[in-house]
Nanobody, 121 residues
């Protein structure tokens, strides 16, 4: 069994910063892609930022230049540094891991439980 556990959400004022972390646990050999998605009230879940095992990153246009995704492969952990936060960044942020190589085979598309980020004065 694989679990993704997120931390770091909370309430922050506009212009502030937060850092999200997501650690994957289980009998994991490697994870190909890890990243972050978010879902605001009344909206569909959208991709925020992803990073491959080799370090290639991709960002939503709305967060480019403000958010930075990174990972520690040895710890199976992905991070999201969020700077210059705006009210429109308010959402539940979900961690995702895809193509997880485990002792019992390849697993696809695992999700964390979500962490609330609220940007408000």
């Amino acid at each position: 069994q694989v679990q993704l556990v997120e931390s770091g959400g909370g309430l922050v004022q506009p212009g502030g910063s937060l850092r999200l972390s997501c650690a994957a646990s289980g009998s994991i050999y490697s994870i190909d892609v890890m990243g972050w998605y978010r879902q605001a009230p009344g909206k569909e879940r959208e991709q925020v930022a992803v990073v491959t095992r080799g370090g290639t990153t991709s960002y939503a246009d709305s967060v480019k230049g403000r958010f930075t995704v990174s990972r520690d492969n040895a710890k199976n952990t992905v991070y999201l540094q969020m700077n210059s936060l705006k009210p429109e960044d308010t959402a539940v942020y979900y961690c995702n891991a895809d193509k997880i190589v485990t002792s019992w085979g390849l697993l696809r598309d695992y999700w964390g439980q979500g962490t609330q980020v609220t940007v408000s004065s």
